[in-house]
């Protein structure tokens, strides 16, 4: 079973892989990204798992 660290950390790569890509100046421009449901400016899919599990 993989830890609670590595889901974070898995979860950060997604996030920053456009912005590390060159694809985005920031990870929020993204439109493909779940991003912004952890910021709380969108609620297209469920981010309310990782969000509560973690205080985000």
Same mark, same amino acid.
């Given at each position: 079973?993989?830890?609670?660290?590595?889901?974070?950390?898995?979860?950060? *790569? %997604?996030? $920053?892989?456009?912005?590390?890509?060159?694809?985005?100046?920031?990870?929020?421009?993204?439109?493909?990204?779940?991003?912004?449901e *952890? %910021?709380? $400016?969108?609620?297209?899919?469920?981010?309310?798992?990782?969000?509560?599990?973690?205080?985000?």
């Amino acid at each position: 079973m993989e830890t609670d660290g590595y889901l974070l950390t898995v979860l950060r *790569y %997604i996030h $920053q892989n456009p912005l590390k890509a060159g694809k985005v100046k920031s990870i929020a421009q993204h439109k493909w990204s779940s991003y912004a449901e *952890y %910021i709380g $400016q969108s609620k297209i899919v469920e981010a309310g798992f990782i969000a509560e599990r973690y205080y985000l």
